[in-house]
Nanobody, 125 residues
Framework: VQLVESGGGSVQAGGSLRLSCAVS???????MGWFRQAPGKEREGLAT???????AYADSMKGRSTISRDNAKNTLYLQMSSLTPEDTAMYYC??????????????????????WGQGTQVTVS
């Protein structure tokens, strides 16, 4: 199983980025999500999306991000805008699994995530 994030990089404050997460080795999962972790801080859930495209967002991402997915390509996306230096972090995608999973509540939705990517760095200056 592989979840491979891409699309991170350095961007100026106010800019935008689109992150992608390509999933292989497992079928399209019902719930997928984006998380981030800044140095010295706990991992934070940002957004989740179910197989039908219903999205849920953490307050930190509402209004300036869009999570989406392409089930045929088994790929997850996160479009972010109005970025600030506080958004600097490693960004991770996750997918639900039946074993070795931890339940996260993001934007009112609970999902048990057991598959994680290695992350893509986003730096906002």
């Amino acid at each position: 199983v592989q979840l491979v994030e891409s699309g991170g990089g350095s961007v100026q404050a106010g800019g935008s980025l689109r992150l992608s997460c390509a999933v292989s080795g497992i079928s399209s999962r019902n719930c997928m999500g984006w998380f981030r972790q800044a140095p010295g801080k706990e991992r934070e859930g940002l957004a989740t999306i179910d197989r039908d495209g219903d999205a849920a967002y953490a307050d930190s991402m509402k209004g300036r991000s869009t999570i989406s997915r392409d089930n045929a390509k088994n790929t997850l996306y996160l479009q972010m805008s109005s970025l600030t230096p506080e958004d600097t972090a490693m960004y991770y995608c996750a997918a639900t699994s039946d074993v070795s999973a931890i339940t996260w509540a993001v934007g009112g939705r609970q999902c048990a995530f057991g598959y994680w990517g290695q992350g893509t760095q986003v730096t906002v200056s």
